[in-house]
């Protein structure tokens, strides 16, 4: 009879099992509170800035100068958040910003995950000049006036939804991302479903497509995230205030809010940045834990050579 050598193999968990259940070591002890210890602080690092800055959005304009705002509100003012909410303006311009991010994200995704899956395949001809070409833009650029020209005066695209979604639809980082993990994508399914009649566009959406929620899940994220924070494309493109997104329309109150004017205006400036990252930062917040769980998982994919 020949026994398992790795049967004889000492614990090296350090862990004694007595009874039936399993009794820490002080080492291991000592380690889960350290370990908890950490976490807790990198939480508190974490939320503090965000729940201060809700502590601010609803203190009064001389607490905040006082600097006696932390973590709860003080002298409780909800007049800066009336005066952004009754306007008119404000909500068109929100409106603008979710159209511009949803068929923003829509266009980019369709081109990032054709063209990752198109230069992911190693016999397609001339996929080294187009990975080369893609990764050339990622150094080189054609700065902001030859840019402005092309966009405004030779594309057309002045005070339109496409000079804002174009420019930037296909993000060499997130095209990079998904064709590794297209790379690592089983090959006999592919192979499977081309025995079966499949052409390369069927073979890419009833196979490779559904099988790439985690990566597609994280990169709309990372687009929508871009796309609804962005506001210097449209500064540059879009004059009437009508097509403006909501950082644009909130950049502008600021600007506004911080010159002299009425008691008011002074007010509305000490409050304005707190109420205006609120109002923004609030739907990435409640989008946010609906596609965490395919987060960690579609970086990684789309990351690590397997």
């Given at each position: 009879m020949v026994t398992d050598p790795l049967s004889?193999?000492?614990?090296?968990?350090a862990v004694r099992r007595e009874g039936g259940t399993i009794k820490d070591t002080g080492g291991y002890r000592a380690f889960r509170v350290v370990n908890g210890l950490v976490l807790a602080v990198v939480c508190v690092v974490t939320l503090y800035p965000f729940v201060n800055l809700v502590a601010k959005a609803f203190s009064s304009e001389g607490q905040i100068a006082a600097g006696n705002v932390n973590l709860v509100p003080r002298g409780f003012n909800v007049q800066t958040l009336q005066y952004v909410l009754?306007?008119?303006?404000?909500?068109?311009?929100?409106?603008n910003t979710v159209v511009y991010t949803v068929v923003g994200t829509l266009i980019a995704m369709a081109l990032?995950?054709?063209?990752?899956?198109a230069i992911s395949r190693r016999h397609l001809k001339g996929r080294n000049a187009f990975i080369g070409i893609a990764v050339f833009t990622m150094f080189f650029g054609g700065g902001?006036?030859?840019n402005y020209i092309l966009v405004a005066d030779v594309l057309g695209m002045r005070n339109t939804m496409w000079a804002v979604v174009l420019p930037g639809a296909i993000s060499v980082f997130n095209l990079l991302v998904m064709k590794s993990f297209f790379e690592n994508?089983?090959?006999?399914l592919e192979e499977a479903a081309a025995i079966d009649g499949l052409s390369t566009y069927g073979i890419f959406g009833r196979i490779v497509l559904p099988l790439s929620k985690a990566v597609i899940a994280t990169m709309t994220l990372f687009y929508a995230v871009g796309i609804w924070n962005s506001w210097f494309g449209a500064f540059l493109y879009l004059d009437k205030k009508e097509l403006f997104p909501v950082t644009v329309y909130l950049r502008n109150l600021i600007a506004a809010a911080t010159g002299p004017g009425s008691q008011e205006a002074v007010q509305i400036g000490s409050n304005i940045q707190s109420v205006t990252?609120?109002?923004?930062?609030?739907?990435?917040?409640?989008?946010y834990p609906f596609v965490q769980k395919y987060f960690v998982s579609g970086v990684m994919l789309g990351s690590v050579k397997g």
């Open positions: 004889a193999t000492p614990d090296l968990t009754s306007d008119a303006m404000f909500w068109t311009n929100y409106k990032t995950t054709t063209y990752a899956y902001l006036i030859p994508f089983p090959t006999e990252m609120l109002l923004t930062v609030l739907p990435i917040v409640c989008l």
